[in-house]
């Protein structure tokens, strides 16, 4: 076994004839209790835990898992869960992966998606909803807990989220978020903070604000926002 891939005595014996299951998480508080409620779940049997993505890789050679559990943040400077997901898909191509992170913006979802993710679900997420979406990833769907559906479906539309100002024409519910934040006098490095975004990400997104809105300036965006109701507090 690699570094930081621990085997776990978890389910009942037999567990081939369970849905092997293998833990990623950096931080070993939620590893373990993850690790445990699985474990105690009829039908299911934790065979590994991991900490890194060269760990994970290793549990998945060693014990071919249905569904890896995946954390997108794997240490400050290591590989993310994203990398992660990617790599142990193109190795374990059968293995179905459900992300489970404190990450709910529209970059770190739909980049999970794209790499192969099939689940997505955020850290408050109950047990019975890890339970439903662990057994729905195994069995070949796609699942999305509420408030990352919500959000998924207004990236798609264009749409502000429920309770939020009305949209400005042709912005994504990413843009909306960014522009506000804009209108609210932060600048991009405080942004790239606040939505756990890259700066040069919130550059890109500020560059299509200001094309979409046919803004000539930040100032022009900012005056733009507040027409339409965003930078309030």
Known sequence: M????QPVASGPEG????????VVDDHPVFRMGMT???GSLPGLAVVAEAQSMESALTAARVWQPDVVVMDLHLGDRAPSGVAATRELLR????TSVLVVTMLDDDDSVFAAMRAGARGYLLKGASPT???RAVRAVANGEVILGPAV???AVAHLTGRAPAGGPAPLP???AREH???DLVARGLDNLAISRRLTLSPKTVRNHLSNILAKLQAASRAEAIVRAREAGLGDD
């Not at 690699?2 to 891939?5: D, R, S, V």
């Open 170 to 172: 042709g912005l994504t």
């Open 15 to 22: 567990a081939a004839e369970h849905l092997r299951i293998v």
């Open 36 to 38: 445990a409620l699985l």
């Open 177 to 179: 978020e960014v522009l």
């Open 91 to 94: 190795i374990r191509p059968d």
């Open 2 to 5: 690699g570094a930081g891939t």
């Open 149 to 151: 559906a919500s959000r």
């Open 129 to 131: 909803e890890v339970e």
